[in-house]
Structures are given as C-alpha cells and as structure tokens.
C-alpha cells in the first residue's frame, strides 16, 4: 500500500532557534500545530523536549518559535467529535460497546459529541458537552442506506465550516470511522479535490483528524478500490493534520479498543507550538517542517499549517 511519510527529522542534537529573515514584500506570518510525541513506552514518562530542541521551517524558510507548551493537564481542554459513517449501518454495531466505554472514560477536561456522515453533511447528535453520559445519547447504528454519506470528505469539510463552538483556546479533535471511499470520484487519485478540500478546511480549522478504517461489507468498498486506494485517502487527511490513520490490514478489525487507548494516549502527550514566518499578501495554507531531538519512539506533526498575517486571531 502506498503511504506518504510525514516530513518531520529526528536529529542528533538541539537545533538553535533561527530567526526568520524578511524579503522584500513579505510580512510577520503566525501559525500554530499541535504536535504529539508519544514516550517509547505506555506508562514512560513524558518526552522532555524544549523550545531549545526545535527547528522549524515552513514552505522551506527558516522560521522562529515563539511559544513551545505541554498539554498534559487536565485543565488544558479538548473538543472532540466522534464522526460515523452513515453508510455503515448494522455491521458496525458490534463496536458500539468499544465507542461506548471511550466516551464513559474521557477525562473531564474534554467536551465531546457524536456526529454522522449522512449526505455531505456532519449531522451531530448534539452539542459538545462534557456529560459524557449525555454524549452517549447520541450513539447508535447508522440509519443511512448504503453510499449515503457520499463523500466523507464532504461531511469532514462541513464540519470544519460549522465546527460546534466558537472557543479559539481549544484543541479540536476529530475521529473518523469510514472506509474512505469518496463516491463521487471512486478510483485512487492524490490529486482528488475533494480531498485536497477536506484537508484544507481541517486545516484552517486547526482540527486534528484520526481515522479508524471501517469497511461496510455489501458496498463497492469490498473491492480493491477500498482496501487500499480509500485507506490512502484517508492518510492524506491524517498527515496533513498531524493525526494518525489506524486499520487492520485490508479487513475490519476485531475491535476498536486498541484503537482508542492509543488515541486517549495522544491526547496526553501533545504539544502546542507557535511560530513566526515570512508571509507574502494574504493568510495562506503552508507546508511545515520540523526538526528536533525527541526521545518519543512515535512523533506526528502536521504537513500543513494555516498562516495568518501577524496579529490576526489564529481560529478563523
């Protein structure tokens, strides 16, 4: 299966902080990513890395780090919506209970909402909240027939155009479960403008999107098409926003529980970063790349950042 590796160097020793230089016409950019570094082990400390340890460059320009922090308290706050493909119907019922007893053990510090593919749009249950037996309300098998999300591109869009609260000091996380399958344009293309879409507004959004891989039997997603090319797609989506994409070789797995221990895991081991950068005319989506030492065995950043000009709110 073709995969895209994420641009992010690990190197051998602290980077000095360069400070950006400004050509003509260019102006002061500022952008914000979340970055996860995961310990090697579950129950390893937290990685220590500092500001010190960082380099960043954005559309391959030399840019500076003005704010490095660690998210591991539990007053740091998260937004989370958990998307469902409506297409999935009933073999997805025999992971309610995994879905289920994540949301029963989210942490108080993360408000969340259940949310369905269905049309093009995200169709949420309800608010975000952090009444996790509330949340649970809205959780039951896709009532969508067959292909009726469409595009989960489409729906994951939406979202980030309509993301269910207005508060910019949040972490917005977002789980998908889907196949990947974008019914309006079935056969593998990098290139599929729907996707590159999708990618662009999670991106403005500052959304972290994971995925896990969903194959609903019955559909045209029991061909090659799915198993592969749809599970690429999705990792565009994921890379570009510094989440992870999780599947079980070409079928569905057995349970979901793996799935989201290691996404509670991240939660706990991510960082905001800030930075400046040269900026020509207008806010913009860049590509972003980091080098630094980091003892974590698994680190995600995102390809993308979204660049404003400076002095203007990041979430817009």
């Given at each position: 299966?073709?995969?895209?590796?994420?641009?992010?160097?690990?190197?051998?020793?602290?980077?000095?902080?360069?400070?950006?230089?400004?050509?003509?016409?260019?102006?002061?950019?500022?952008?914000?990513?979340?970055?996860?570094?995961?310990?090697?082990?579950?129950?390893?400390?937290?990685?220590?890395?500092?500001?010190?340890?960082?380099?960043?460059?954005?559309?391959?320009?030399?840019?500076?780090?003005?704010?490095?922090?660690?998210?591991?308290?539990?007053?740091?706050?998260?937004?989370?919506?958990?998307?469902?493909?409506?297409?999935?119907?009933?073999?997805?019922?025999?992971?309610?209970?995994?879905?289920?007893?994540?949301?029963?053990?989210?942490?108080?510090?993360?408000?969340?909402?259940?949310?369905?593919?269905?049309?093009?749009?995200?169709?949420?249950?309800?608010?975000?909240?952090?009444?996790?037996?509330?949340?649970?309300?809205?959780?039951?098998?896709?009532?969508?027939?067959?292909?009726?999300?469409?595009?989960?591109?489409?729906?994951?869009?939406?979202?980030?155009?309509?993301?269910?609260?207005?508060?910019?000091?949040?972490?917005?996380?977002?789980?998908?479960?889907?196949?990947?399958?974008?019914?309006?344009?079935?056969?593998?293309?990098?290139?599929?403008?729907?996707?590159?879409?999708?990618?662009?507004?999670?991106?403005?959004?500052?959304?972290?999107?994971?995925?896990?891989?969903?194959?609903?039997?019955?559909?045209?997603?029991?061909?090659?098409?799915?198993?592969?090319?749809?599970?690429?797609?999705?990792?565009?989506?994921?890379?570009?926003?510094?989440?992870?994409?999780?599947?079980?070789?070409?079928?569905?797995?057995?349970?979901?529980?793996?799935?989201?221990?290691?996404?509670?895991?991240?939660?706990?081991?991510?960082?905001?970063?800030s930075f400046v950068t040269p900026l020509k005319g207008k806010p913009?989506?860049?590509?972003?790349?980091?080098?630094?030492?980091?003892?974590?065995?698994?680190?995600?950043?995102?390809?993308?950042?979204?660049?404003?000009?400076?002095?203007?709110?990041?979430?817009?």
């Amino acid at each position: 299966m073709k995969k895209v590796g994420i641009a992010i160097v690990v190197a051998a020793g602290a980077m000095l902080l360069a400070v950006p230089g400004f050509a003509q016409g260019e102006k002061e950019g500022q952008g914000q990513a979340i970055i996860t570094i995961l310990p090697k082990h579950d129950g390893d400390p937290a990685p220590n890395v500092s500001a010190q340890d960082l380099g960043v460059k954005v559309n391959g320009k030399d840019s500076k780090v003005t704010n490095w922090a660690a998210l591991r308290s539990d007053k740091d706050p998260i937004e989370l919506v958990v998307l469902i493909d409506g297409s999935a119907r009933s073999s997805l019922g025999r992971q309610l209970e995994d879905l289920s007893q994540f949301v029963k053990t989210l942490p108080p510090n993360i408000r969340a909402t259940i949310g369905y593919m269905q049309n093009g749009i995200a169709s949420l249950a309800g608010p975000l909240t952090a009444d996790h037996a509330a949340v649970l309300q809205g959780l039951h098998i896709p009532a969508g027939s067959a292909g009726s999300n469409g595009s989960p591109y489409f729906c994951l869009s939406d979202l980030a155009k309509r993301w269910p609260s207005q508060d910019t000091s949040v972490r917005r996380e977002v789980l998908m479960v889907t196949d990947g399958v974008d019914e309006y344009n079935r056969r593998y293309d990098p290139e599929d403008p729907y996707v590159l879409a999708a990618a662009n507004d999670a991106v403005r959004a500052h959304m972290v999107v994971y995925t896990i891989y969903w194959r609903n039997q019955g559909r045209f997603d029991t061909t090659g098409y799915a198993n592969n090319d749809g599970q690429n797609l999705l990792l565009a989506i994921t890379q570009a926003t510094g989440g992870k994409s999780f599947w079980e070789g070409t079928g569905n797995p057995v349970s979901f529980q793996p799935y989201l221990e290691e996404l509670t895991r991240r939660f706990k081991n991510q960082y905001e970063l800030s930075f400046v950068t040269p900026l020509k005319g207008k806010p913009e989506i860049d590509n972003l790349k980091l080098k630094f030492k980091a003892p974590g065995e698994e680190v995600d950043a995102p390809q993308q950042v979204f660049v404003v000009n400076g002095g203007v709110a990041q979430n817009q």
